[in-house]
């Protein structure tokens, strides 16, 4: 399990890798928040000191609520077994109602998209820091292309390296990041120890009288770039599992006072520039940079990159893992996914992270400057958020202890985050809009996925297996037909009582008679509790047939074949099931006999009886399904004996013939 008990007590193991795989994306921000918010605002002549305290005061109180009351202490208590996430969470409230899948979808579309545009935008503005170093400045001056170029190279080399895994990298994380986030604080204080009246910040009226004030361009929608402090939130909840709660209880006052110190020493740097010419012709100012002691710039540069990286591969990881959750809970198509570390965290999807690393690259190229990505990089964050705080009001309303207060909790927040959406929506054409394309595909895809299994769950065809054992156990002792295999198995997609697909009975049947010494119908059923491992077996009161049910969490490999051989044995060894001796072996005495998987590949039949909007949903679910993972890698059956058949897929009625005979004869 990954949240092992050394993870689940406060160590300072655990301490590091929550610093190295939790805060990386919020632990990047202080890069991009102040500089996006000077810009927006006209740059450093259109500063004023009430605007400089304001916007830091803004960021103070939206980490506090945002970040400290929501997420640390209110979601990371929403935990499904000791995994976070919005998925996770939509496990432990999807009883409440089957609508509940929409805020869920919406959700992790988001996150994804999110995946995408973390790594463009923070190794994007750590690259920019660059031109602070006089040398590359005066080679290069202020052409982006070099720029752009050497992000590329970077996130080439970020995405070719995932398929190693990052085990061993990883150990490195931890305390790079603490690090990281001390050099953060020790450059704040430097800063801050100039102006100590930034202080007077902490007053929250500085952050309100901000958001009317006419010294504020943007007036509210200032707030969509305050948003940007707080983006690594919904990643601190998603890797709850890789820590443990109190990993991160104990590891983020430090954390947020890092953030806090640096943040006020660039309003306090801003303080005493803000009206000199000679940074006031600098374009794309980027006060983090800018504020560096004199010497720092190139160190600061190159740590700032690290630790974008280290973001990027948090949030890599996290896109990971939340694919193979939608996936087991069959929210998307089957993906390959890989194991390349000990560890079941340590996960890699190919197809996965090569679609992310051409959609993070075209927004490199599209957007070109950091400051065009992060109108996209706040709204798909917040649109997460928002989705999170539906899902955590039913979380706290079936809690007893917390049921009076949910609608309060979750208004409240819902209410922030709604003007901060709005904010961020302001901007979907500067950029926003890129974020809603990659989330509304990823959607559409869920949705299809989602409706085409309840079109087949409602109206497909089932029939009674205990009516055709008679046929089953003749054909079994039919000693004029071969024998196709001592076990013939079927991965059923349901497994209900006594009922069964009609399709896997008229493969045994009719598509070619599978005669067999044991047929076993064998339903995978992803559980909501991450490791679970366990089955039940009925033999239909026969010694020939087994139906099997698989309950695997949500995190577990689906390896039917291993699973399989276990069960015979503990059958055989119960007297449910004959030996199956084998004359031929590598291993003499083998009581157990071979196995054939059939794999029933499903085209949707001319004769079925649908509407054309449901028969377009189970289309386009099959396209997908066809260009996605082969079932015998899903299943771990790439090395077992595989056969596929294709069977008509017929759902509901079928559509009656009206055909009539001829007079004239021929």
């Known amino acids: 399990m990954r949240a092992t008990n ?67 202490l209110i979601a990371l208590n929403a935990d499904n077994h000791g995994e976070g996430g919005i998925f996770s969470l939509f496990t432990l409230v999807r009883k409440h109602s089957r609508y509940l899948i929409i805020p869920a979808i919406i959700g992790g579309a988001a996150l994804l998209a999110d995946g995408v545009l973390t790594p463009a935008v923070t190794v994007t503005t750590a690259i920019e820091g660059l031109r602070g170093i006089p040398l590359f400045y005066d080679r290069f001056g202020n052409d982006q292309s070099i720029i752009v170029g050497i992000t590329l190279a970077i996130l080439l080399v970020l995405f070719a390296l995932q398929r190693f895994g990052t085990e061993f990298v990883g150990k490195a994380f931890g305390p790079i990041m603490f690090g990281w986030f001390t050099f953060l604080g020790v450059v704040g204080v430097f800063n801050f120890a100039g102006d100590l009246s930034v202080i007077r910040a902490l007053d929250p009226r500085y952050a309100l009288n901000l958001l009317f004030s006419p010294d504020n361009a943007s007036g509210l929608f200032i707030l969509g770039n305050i948003f940007l402090a707080t983006t690594g939130a919904e990643a601190l909840y998603s890797d709850l599992g890789h820590v443990g709660k109190k ?100 996960m890699y999807i190919p197809a996965l992270n090569t679609l992310l690393w051409i959609a993070c690259s075209g927004v490199v190229l599209l957007f070109q400057t950091s400051t065009k990505m992060e109108a996209a990089y706040g709204l798909s964050i917040t649109v997460t958020m928002l989705m999170t705080t539906i899902l955590l009001y039913f979380y706290l309303h079936q809690n007893k202890k917390t049921r009076l207060l949910a609608p309060f909790i979750t208004l409240f927040f819902a209410a922030i985050e709604s003007v901060f959406f709005i904010s961020s929506a302001t901007k979907f054409l500067h950029g926003g809009y890129v974020a809603v394309i990659m989330a509304s595909v990823i959607i559409m ?23 055709y054992i008679p046929q089953l156990e003749q054909l079994k002792n039919d000693d004029s037909l071969p024998l196709s295999q001592t076990n013939v198995v079927f991965m059923v997609p349901n497994l209900t009582d006594d009922h069964i697909g009609q399709q896997f009975i008229y493969s045994i049947l009719d598509k070619r008679p599978k005669r067999a010494k044991v047929y076993w119908f064998v339903n995978v059923e992803v559980t909501d509790e991450p490791y679970t491992k366990s089955y039940e077996v009925s033999m239909a009161e026969t010694d020939f047939i087994v139906k099997l049910k698989l309950y695997l969490g949500f995190r577990v490999p689906q390896e039917v074949n291993v699973y399989i051989r276990q069960i015979i044995q503990e059958l055989m060894k119960d007297g449910r099931l004959p030996e199956q001796p084998q004359r031929y072996s590598l291993t003499p005495g083998r009581n157990v006999g071979d196995f054939q998987f059939v794999l029933i590949e499903e085209e949707l039949s001319n004769a079925t009886a649908l509407s054309k909007w449901k028969k377009q949903i189970m289309q386009m679910k099959l396209f997908i399904k066809r260009h996605t993972i082969s079932p015998e890698r899903w299943f771990g059956l790439e090395y077992s004996d595989v056969v596929h058949e294709t069977v008509p897929l017929v759902i509901g009625q079928p559509k009656e013939s009206h055909l009539s005979e001829m007079n004239d004869h021929f």
Not at 8 to 17: D, H, P, Q, R, S
Not at 30 to 59: H, Q, R
Not at 447 to 457: A, D, M, P, R, Y
């Open 6 to 72: 050394q993870m689940k007590k406060i160590t300072a193991g655990g301490l590091l890798v929550a610093m190295g795989v939790v805060y990386g994306d919020i632990g990047t921000s202080p890069l991009y928040v102040m500089k996006a918010l000077v810009e927006d605002n006209g740059g450093l002549s259109s500063l004023t000191p009430d605007f400089i305290l304001g916007s830091v005061s803004l960021v103070f109180w939206t980490l506090n609520l945002l970040t400290t009351v929501k997420y640390v």
């Open 247 to 346: 990993n991160i209880y104990a590891s983020w006052p430090y954390i947020k006072i890092c953030l806090m110190l640096n943040y006020f020493g660039q309003a306090a740097w801003l303080l005493q520039v803000y009206q000199e010419p000679n940074y006031q012709s600098i374009d794309h100012i980027n006060p983090f940079f800018e504020a560096l002691p004199a010497g720092w710039t190139v160190f600061g540069v190159g740590f700032a990159t690290i630790a974008a990286v280290i973001a990027s591969q948090a949030l890599l990881s996290g896109s990971f893992t939340l694919v193979s959750e939608a996936i087991k809970l069959k929210l998307l198509p089957r993906m390959q996914i890989i194991y390349p570390g000990a560890s079941i965290g340590q």
């Open 445 to 467: 895809i869920m949705l299809i996925w989602e409706w085409g299994n309840q079109i087949q769950e409602h109206v497909a065809e089932e029939v009674s297996l205990s009516a």
